[in-house]
């Protein structure tokens, strides 16, 4: 596990442009931290990390956004409202699953029973001050390693 810290949003979007690198086809990255925390900023510069120029704001509403590049297809959940199985059925998340494209999912609070086992955990929660986030990254087993539950 790695841990971060960063000092504004566009800290973070930088800190995901350079994570895409340790991105691969069929990731799934599970974000974790309530409002605000910077889950979107975060993706932000992912999705321009690998190389996809794309308009990403959070799913609120159409809760899963598409976005296409050459080389990566990205799924961006936010699953705040989703509550039951059949919730998460609908978005979608299990087809996509079964692809090869990078899913993401904010509010993975709300789906930990769904998540594979070698998932990418992305942990955000604040610092000392206002602006700051401490942002802890890894992978599966190796997550659960560090935090022991
Ligand atoms: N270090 C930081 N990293 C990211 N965002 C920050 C930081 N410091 C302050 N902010 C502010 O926090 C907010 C983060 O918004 P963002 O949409 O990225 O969060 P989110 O976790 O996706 O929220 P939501 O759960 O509502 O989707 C922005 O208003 C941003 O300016
Ligand atoms: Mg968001």
Redesign the pocket.
Known sequence: MKQF?????????ALGELFAKDCRRGDVLA?F????????????GLVKGLGISADV??P?FSLVNEYKGEKYTVYHF?M?RISTWEDLYSTGFFDYLESDAILAC??SENIENALPEDAVYIR?QR?AL????V?DIGRGEEFYEDFGD
């Open positions: 810290i960063t000092h504004s949003a566009s800290e973070t979007t974000f931290g309530g409002l605000g925390m910077g889950k979107t900023s975060f993706m932000k704001t959070s609120t936010d705040y904010e509010w955000i610092g206002e602006n700051d986030r942002i």
